[in-house]
């Protein structure tokens, strides 16, 4: 079935950078992108940006750009988000999701069931 | 603050109806499709609602969307103990660029 499975739990200092992975299955991954999306704990969700797995372009949140990169491997239909000189405020659950290609009223039809990381020092 | 506006929280009764509120404006709700997202507790989001009033193959039809202008809602009707949950309108927004959503509603069933 279609689905995205994330990778585990990361505990990270402040200052230091977190990469999460989200590994695609069910479906050809370049016929999507691929968003990310964060919560807080007890806050709502957060758009952080999107990818292309079939071009590798991105667009990231303003709220963001210049500490977020977001990669994927097609090889492995797998996509990393890499967040930079975390803060307490980064501490979140991280989600990714399907999302299109070019018709951004295409919803995020699938989640992954999201990677808590938690920023402390 | 949410670039979409809904009401924190919502209450009613079983078996009854309830609706939801997303406000938005011109760049956002009123030149773009809305999508709603259901979080049940502890759990990841799952899509609920798409293009504004469609649901997705296995989606029960006591939810139900619209939409008028920059504004959207979500009803539920025959409201069950398992609805409760959190609700997300989302959509895409022509002048930031890229997707926005609601604060979220926090569902009760009294």
């Known amino acids: 079935q279609v689905q995205l499975v994330p990778s585990g739990a990361e505990v990270k200092k402040p200052g230091a950078s977190v990469k999460v992975s989200c590994k695609a299955s069910?479906?050809?991954?370049?016929?999507?992108?691929i968003s990310w999306v964060r919560q807080a704990p007890g806050q709502g969700l957060e758009w952080m940006g999107w990818?292309?797995?079939?071009?590798?372009?991105?667009n990231y949140a303003q709220k963001l750009q210049g500490r977020v990169t977001m990669t994927t491997d097609t090889s492995t239909s797998t996509a990393y988000m890499e967040v930079r000189s975390l803060r307490s405020d980064d501490t979140a659950v991280y989600y990714c999701?399907?999302?299109?290609?070019?018709?951004?009223?295409?919803?995020?039809?699938?989640w992954g069931q999201g990677t808590m990381v938690t920023v402390s020092s | 603050q949410s670039v979409l506006t809904q009401p924190p929280s919502v209450s009613e009764a079983p078996r009854q109806r309830v609706t939801i509120s997303c406000s938005g404006s011109?760049?956002?709700?009123?030149?773009?499709?809305v999508n709603w997202y259901q979080q049940l507790p502890g759990q990841a989001p799952k899509l609920l609602i798409h293009?504004?009033?469609l649901l997705p193959s296995g989606v029960s039809d006591r939810f139900s969307g619209s939409k008028s202008g920059t504004s959207a809602s979500l009803a539920i009707s025959g409201l069950q103990s398992e609805d409760e949950a959190d609700y997300y309108c989302?959509?895409?927004?022509?002048?930031?660029?890229?997707?926005?959503f609601g604060g979220g509603t926090k569902l009760t069933v009294l």
């Open positions: 069910g479906y050809t991954f370049t016929n999507y992108g």
């Open positions: 293009y504004d009033d």
């Open positions: 999701a399907r999302a299109p290609l070019k018709n951004w009223n295409y919803p995020f039809d699938i």
């Open positions: 989302a959509t895409w927004d022509d002048s930031l660029n890229g997707w926005v």
């Open positions: 990818i292309s797995a079939y071009s590798g372009t991105t």
């Open positions: 011109s760049s956002n709700i009123g030149n773009n499709a």
